[in-house]
């Protein structure tokens, strides 16, 4: 508390930091050590996230699926007695028809759940707009 600066900024390369700056004790930093402040001149290069492609499922053919699915010859299908063989031709089967009778949509982000559409995100800004934010006093 007597402004004696114990903090310390680590860096193997000093030509990047830029603006090293010890910070007065303010409402900012209410510890009993001084904030610092710095710049990092560095060019990033921003990788663009590659689109996806997912299944649509608000505009799938679930009577044409369904009717796919009933005409497929199950006792056929499973007729090996290992359960993870019929769990992967299962898997199959259903993967091709899906594939015939659901259309795909592509996504923006490998970040963003394919789920996580418009309705999502306009829910999410109601809900920031009510939930009070605090304040430092």
Not at 13 to 36: G, T
Not at 71 to 93: E, L, T
Not at 114 to 136: G, Q
Request: aromatic letters at 10%; hydrophobic letters at 35%; charged letters at 30%.
């Amino acid at each position: 508390k007597s402004g004696h600066i114990l903090d310390l900024f680590f860096t193997n390369v000093p030509s990047l930091i830029k603006n090293l700056k010890v910070l007065d004790r303010n409402a900012f930093c209410l510890s009993d050590h001084q904030a610092i402040s710095f710049d990092i001149e560095i060019e990033v290069k921003y990788k663009t996230s590659p689109k996806m492609k997912v299944f649509n499922y608000d505009n799938g053919d679930y009577r044409a699926l369904n009717e796919d699915l009933s005409n497929v010859n199950w006792d056929r299908a499973f007729s090996c007695n290992d359960p993870c063989g019929a769990w992967n031709i299962f898997r199959n089967i259903l993967g091709q028809l899906c594939e015939r009778r659901i259309p795909k949509k592509t996504i923006r982000s490998q970040f963003q759940p394919p789920w996580y559409d418009s309705d999502c995100d306009r829910i999410r800004r109601k809900k920031k707009k009510k939930v009070p934010t605090a304040t430092l006093r």
